[in-house]
């Protein structure tokens, strides 16, 4: 029976480019865990889009001398590109910035208006009279009263992850030019996040299934109490508040951008024709919702954004939020201010997208912090890719294609003419039923977000069928014996076969390609989530390596790049 899975993915904030960091924390997973489902024949609707509101677009705008929507588009854009490049699946990437996203998030706004959820109030504003204007939260800087730590936002502490007030700052000061701000009177709309702590808490508490890490950081959350929130700021730039007297302030990012994940999923169904579609994702009990985000936004996604759909009413609350924890790169943490980073565009204009998407399954930061070093990369695809599984591949379809005609082994080859059972012997067997075993827990890990368990165990078959052919050794049992040879051929053609299938939501560019050298037509995704040998006697494609091996200088080079431009 076909399930139907929501697959929500962190919006990306169009100020800057895509680094691996990004990837490794919120974009391989939702597309290796999307793709699974797919595969498995399950209706999935993949969502995200780029958050291009909020004050760092504007302030970049600013020192670009550009309009805010031209630097949001521009990186729109490279996302759009990156993800076509790297293969992220997106039934729909769209923008914080459409008619729709606005048209939704005054119905979520006026709804909870009109519930009583959100209220007025006149809160003090930092001001700075200096850069004369108001700062939004994240721009005034301070020293958090909770952890001392000195270079806290107004929005959040980035050294105890714990959301704050610009007025909860010691010593605050402007992010802009560093002169202490003054506060200012400015009337509000608050959400009345306080209300929904027993409700979150009950409902938190049966979550079971969640990572152990996002269980626990919420509830430690939920323990210590619920604030209620602004969600209207002054700022020019952003979703209008659909109320008269407000026309000079704009919805606070925070809140409108979550929305993103039911209006894209609106603005799919319209897109498919039927605007009603999006329902069976949000309104069937059935469906599921998963949400896949970067340690640094638990909150918003255990928190907020239920205690939102809570007060709303009617549509699903997420059912996981896999959220991931860092990727540090060659040992340090991740800086995009000191350009500590690999940019995303920067790698898929040198490298292929599968190389990356393995390292970055095989070492996924999801129950700790992982590192990124580019020895590691070279390593990984020389010893793994290329000499496990790609050569794995290659010296099996080059030694079939030149002895037997560029076809799979037919039963003829195989000596069991018309009765077509294959003579296997126990190494084949148990073989086939290990890589039959591994099929199922594979599939089985992905489900649950274990992703980079689930890869170990595929590869764990490449290793075997290695030493199984070695084993064997059909090159020389061929010259002897040669239905012996086409039948431990056959059955190696069959593993590759499971692992083109197995492999395909982590590397689904070279799982293609090995699909057509297997001479199998059409795509991966349409022959399903089973265990499909190829037919004997079936014509193969010329064989052509799957990978490539990296020279060793190149992670000497590319660490040493690293390290004269990044601070
Ligand atoms: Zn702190
Ligand atoms: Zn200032």
Redesign the pocket.
């Known amino acids: 029976m076909s399930e139907r899975i929501l697959v929500a993915v962190a919006w990306p904030y169009a100020d800057g480019p895509l680094h691996l960091g990004h990837v490794a924390g919120a974009y391989l997973p939702p597309d290796i865990f999307a793709r699974y489902h797919r595969i498995k024949g399950n209706k999935v609707l993949m969502v995200s889009g780029s958050d291009q509101h909020g004050t760092p677009i504007t302030i970049k705008a600013e020192q670009e001398g550009k309009k805010p929507a031209e630097i949001a588009s521009q990186y729109h854009q490279q996302f759009l590109d990156s993800w076509q490049a790297l293969g992220i699946s997106f039934d729909l990437f769209t923008s914080t910035e459409t008619a729709n996203h606005a048209e939704v998030s005054h119905d979520i706004f006026l709804t909870l208006l009109d519930k009583g959820y959100i209220y007025r109030a006149t809160v003090s504003q930092p001001f ?1 009279p ?2 004369q ?1 108001f ?1 939004p939260d994240r721009y005034v800087e301070g020293t958090c009263p909770h952890c001392g730590f000195s270079g806290a936002r107004g929005d959040q502490c980035d050294s105890c992850g714990r959301p704050l007030n610009p007025a909860e700052l010691v010593e605050p000061r ?1 992010g ?4 202490p ?1 003054r506060f200012k009177d400015s009337e509000h709309f608050f959400f009345r996040l306080s209300e929904f702590r027993d409700r979150l808490l009950a409902w938190v508490r049966e979550q079971t299934h969640w990572r152990q890490n996002v269980l626990n950081f919420t509830l430690r959350y939920l323990e210590e109490g619920l604030k209620d929130r602004a969600i209207t700021r002054d700022i020019k730039w952003g979703v209008p508040v659909p109320v008269a007297g407000f026309e000079s302030k704009r919805l606070y990012v925070w809140f409108e951008a979550v929305i993103g994940y039911l209006s894209a999923s609106k603005e799919w169904a319209k897109s498919c024709g039927d605007s009603e579609k999006w329902r069976s994702f949000w309104q069937d009990d059935k469906a599921k919702s998963y949400y896949f985000i970067g340690k640094d936004n638990i909150l918003f996604h255990t928190i907020v954004w239920p205690a939102m759909l809570m007060g709303y009413g009617g549509l699903n609350l997420p059912y996981d939020v896999p959220a991931n924890e860092f990727l540090t790169i060659e040992g340090r943490k991740l800086s995009t201010s000191r350009n500590w980073a690999v940019w995303l565009p920067d790698y898929l204009s040198r490298y292929d997208p599968d190389p990356l998407r393995y390292l970055l399954s095989i070492n996924m930061p999801e129950t700790g912090d992982t590192d990124f070093s580019w020895h590691e990369f070279v390593r990984r695809n020389n010893d793994e890719l290329v000499a496990t599984y790609g050569n794995l591949v290659h010296r099996v379809l080059t030694f079939v294609y030149r002895n037997f005609d560029g076809c799979v082994p037919s039963y003829e080859d195989m000596g069991v003419g018309d009765t077509r059972v294959i003579n296997m012997g126990n190494s084949d067997l148990r073989l086939d039923n290990m890589s039959g075993a591994v099929f199922v827990n594979v599939g089985e890990l992905i489900a649950k977000c274990s992703f980079k368990q689930a890869l170990r165990m595929a590869m764990t078959v490449a290793h075997e069928t290695n030493r199984y052919l070695d084993e064997k050794s059909p090159w020389k049992v061929i010259k002897e014996n040669r239905q012996a040879a086409a039948t431990t051929l056959y059955v190696a053609l069959g593993i590759i076969s499971k692992l083109r299938t197995m492999v395909y939501p982590f590397l689904p560019f070279s799982s293609q390609k090995l699909h057509h050298l297997l001479g199998f037509e059409g795509n991966v995704e349409d022959y399903g989530w089973q265990i499909k040998w190829p037919t004997p006697g079936q014509r193969l494609l010329p064989p052509e390596p799957l990978f490539s091996k990296l020279e060793e200088r190149l992670a000497e080079e590319e660490a040493g790049r690293l390290r004269q431009v990044g601070c």
């Not at 802009?176 to 002169?179: D, H, L, P, R, T």
């Open positions: 700075c200096h850069c204007r700062l402007c802009v030019c560093s002169n701000p």
